[in-house]
């Protein structure tokens, strides 16, 4: 790790703000009536996803779920259902879960102590400070990937954020630079700086607020800081899943599990061997063939993983029952249940109405 910096972070925070009201973002879904609740669904929406894919999820999200009470009432297949295709489904999962222990809890109401705030699933201290932040103007700091990025990279701090020392210098920089007053717009400021002038490759340093003041300008390191986390070793994953296909052109559909991959998502039954995959058939559904057939491969890229699927279309005469009503279902793709599908199921069952003849 370097030295501290010296710049001073009340002129970095005043730069950044001036920068804001001619450059900031201010036409965002979620910058227009600020609660609590919906600058909350937007900072997890946010998590690892950029603003472009966000918004029309967070358009049809508050349309069907304007608020903590709605959101609580709902059946978490509803919201996993909104949440289709935008991956990391735990983040759902968690808002689903806080909503509920908010409508138990605090009378419905989002709550207004910070520690409370912190305490709900999937609210780390962070994205606390950003909600109090941004909707209460609150004084709390923030410390996402962005702001990490900005303040490594202007204070000039080296090392892994997995160092805690590390991560604890961010933590106090980040807090000496919220100023006692305007911290909504300092944090949306501050923000907005990461994810549009110092982004992660090819920094706009030349329309940078505080490019003057820069460490890492200064010393030409804007690609060394921050210092990467050490690189994990890539995986690769094989799995197969079973395409059923009764006669009416229903596939079934399995619950996963809610740890793990896809947690509480509707899958195709997924085994490890294509023997498993075949003795299941056999054992479970009426009229399956005893050998399915592969069909085409499909890779979908985790962070830390790369899966591929091999289907085994498994088309089975007549009307097979569910094997297990409560974790199983045959859907019917042309009046489709309100569930939860990952994107690489999705494309599969597409893959599939057109291999089997059935439209959706
Ligand atoms: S000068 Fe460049 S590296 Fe420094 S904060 Fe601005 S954009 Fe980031």
Redesign the pocket.
């Given at each position: 790790m370097t030295a501290r910096p010296r710049a001073s972070v009340r002129d970095f925070s005043a730069a950044i703000i001036d920068w804001h009201a001619r450059h900031g973002r201010h036409d965002l879904p979620w910058q227009r009536r600020r609660t609590a609740y919906r600058v909350w669904v937007s900072e997890i929406m946010l998590q690892q996803t950029q603003v472009a894919t966000v918004i029309p999820y967070y358009q049809r999200f508050m349309q069907r779920f304007p608020g903590v009470g709605a959101l609580a009432a709902a059946p978490l297949d509803d919201v996993l259902h909104l949440w289709s295709g935008l991956g990391y489904y735990a983040r759902a999962r968690n808002l689903h879960r806080a909503a509920l222990r908010i409508a138990a809890g605090h009378g419905g109401r989002f709550p207004r102590r910070f520690e409370a705030v912190a305490d709900l699933p999937g609210i780390g201290r962070s994205t606390a400070g950003a909600i109090l932040a941004l909707s209460r103007g609150e004084r709390f700091p923030i410390l996402d990937g962005n702001v990490r990025r900005?303040l490594s990279?202007?204070f000039g701090v080296a090392g892994s954020v997995s160092d805690r020392a590390v991560l604890e210098t961010l933590w106090a920089l980040s807090d000496e630079c919220t100023p006692a007053e305007r911290v909504d717009v300092y944090t949306q400021a501050v923000m907005d700086l990461g994810a549009t002038?110092?982004i992660r490759r090819n920094?706009?340093?030349m329309s940078?607020p505080?490019?003057a003041t820069?460490a890492?300008?200064q010393t030409g390191r804007?690609h060394e800081l921050p210092s990467p986390k050490p690189a994990r070793k890539r995986r690769r994953r094989q799995v197969f899943m079973l395409a059923a296909v009764r006669g009416d052109g229903d596939v079934l559909l399995e619950r996963r599990p809610e740890k793990g991959v896809w947690g509480g998502l509707w899958c195709l039954p997924e085994f490890t061997t294509a023997a498993q995959a075949a003795y299941y058939a056999r054992r479970m559904l009426q009229g399956a063939p005893a050998r399915p057939v592969p069909l085409e491969p499909v890779e979908h890229a985790f962070t830390h993983f790369d899966l591929l699927i091999t289907p085994l279309l498994a088309q089975c005469s007549g009307s097979a029952s569910a094997p297990d009503p409560a974790q199983t279902l045959w859907y019917c793709a042309r009046e489709p249940a309100r569930l939860g599908l990952p994107a690489p199921i999705r494309l599969l069952l597409e893959r599939l109405a057109g291999v089997t003849g059935r439209q959706g």
């Open positions: 900005v990279r202007h002038v110092c920094p706009s340093c940078c505080v490019s820069c890492a300008r804007q």
